[in-house]
Nanobody, 124 residues
Framework: QVQLVEAGGGLVQAGSSLRLSCAAS????????MYWFRQGPGKEREFVAS????????DYADSVKGRFTISRDNAKNTVHLQMRSLKPEDTAVYSC?????????????????WGKGTLVTVSS
């Protein structure tokens, strides 16, 4: 069992930066690839970013590529999502998820564990 707890959401203006964190407890953190998903108002949950077990491989949705950076610290059992140049369309509940297998892109159905999410609101 893996427990995931997100933090760092909030209300920011367009163009701002925000850093989300996801703290993991339970099984060996480094055994899981980590993902960020988001669900905007009235939208389906969508893939945002992924990072492999060691952090060597990362991938991003086209909508955030070049603005968001995913990273992980296996010594601290945390994964981060650094978000820059935020846009109103980035407004969503952001959730981290863990998966034993790694693939650059994944769907919500592929995940083994989920956090409850943190709300990011970007005002124009």
């Amino acid at each position: 069992q893996v427990q995931l707890v997100e933090a760092g959401g909030g209300l920011v203006q367009a163009g701002s930066s925000l850093r989300l964190s996801c703290a993991a407890s339970g099984h060996t953190f480094s055994s899981y690839a980590m993902y960020w998903f988001r669900q905007g108002p009235g939208k389906e949950r969508e893939f945002v970013a992924s990072i492999s077990w060691s952090g060597r491989y990362t991938d991003y949705a086209d909508s955030v590529k070049g603005r968001f950076t995913i990273s992980r610290d296996n010594a601290k059992n945390t994964v981060h999502l650094q978000m820059r140049s935020l846009k109103p369309e980035d407004t969503a509940v952001y959730s981290c998820a863990a998966r034993a297998a790694y693939s650059a892109y994944a769907t919500p159905h592929d995940m083994d564990y989920w956090g409850k999410g943190t709300l990011v609101t970007v005002s124009s």
